[in-house]
């Protein structure tokens, strides 16, 4: 069965500063994985994903996250806060590759942004 | 390109009554998903469509039950509602070859 274990259910980083989120995955298969923000009573959008290209992978609004398979691991980045980064942020875990692909989401890591 | 839109936004219900949430697929997406999400967890799989027909399902009882039609939109049905009903469900669409897939705004189902 695949699993995601998002480190940190609230992180609080100054606007500017480093933003790093933790997610470290379990699965049987070569993961597909992501990383979707959901703000306030709203449904989740797609920021980034990894589909075994690049390890490095770029997204939207200036975050990246990096695949380290040696870590079991896909944390997200992003070099310089904003205030409009404050949200909810899930990592998901795809699989199997074959039948349903149904996303297995962590419980997700809520990021505030101090001015 | 239209995104993919639920109705209604927001429904409140009765203990034992039934529910039934629709969700419109994007342009060219013919596999629909839906997820619970309760407060404070992150979303978990209810259960996939594709072609008309479930594709999966996750740890949900029968009382959750769906449909999609020709035209790739979907319905959630939940018979029988219980307290632990109340959450957000989302709807998600894909393309059958992709991984990710792609959310409405959700409906916010709450059950006294």
């Known amino acids: 069965a695949q699993s995601v274990t998002q480190l940190g259910s609230h992180v609080s980083v100054s606007e500017g500063a480093l933003v790093l989120l933790r997610c470290n995955y379990s699965?049987?298969?070569?993961?597909?994985l992501f990383w979707y923000v959901q703000y306030p009573n709203q449904g989740l959008q797609l920021l980034l994903k990894?589909?075994?290209?690049?390890?490095l992978v770029k997204g939207i609004n200036g975050f990246e996250a990096e695949f380290k398979k040696s870590e079991t691991s896909f944390h997200l980045t992003k070099p310089s806060a904003h205030m409009s980064d404050a949200a909810e942020y899930f990592c998901a875990v795809s699989g199997p590759r074959q039948g349903a692909q149904k996303l297995v989401f962590g419980q997700g890591t809520r990021l505030t942004i101090n001015p | 390109e239209t995104g993919v839109t639920q109705s209604p936004t927001h429904l409140i219900k009765t203990r034992g009554q039934q529910v039934t949430l629709r969700c419109s697929s994007q342009s060219g997406h013919n596999t629909v998903s839906w997820y619970q999400q309760a407060l404070g967890q992150g979303p978990q799989f209810i259960f996939q469509y594709y072609r008309e027909e479930e594709n999966g399902r996750g740890n949900f009882p029968p009382r959750f039950s769906g449909l999609q039609f020709p035209n790739y939109s979907s319905e959630l049905n939940v018979n029988a509602l219980e307290l632990d009903d109340s959450a957000l469900y989302l709807c998600?669409?894909?393309?059958?070859?992709?991984?990710?897939?792609?959310f409405g705004p959700g409906t916010r189902l709450t059950v006294t």
């Open positions: 699965s049987s298969v070569p993961p597909y």
């Open positions: 998600a669409s894909s393309l059958p070859s992709a991984h990710e897939q792609y």
């Open positions: 990894y589909t075994s290209a690049a390890t």
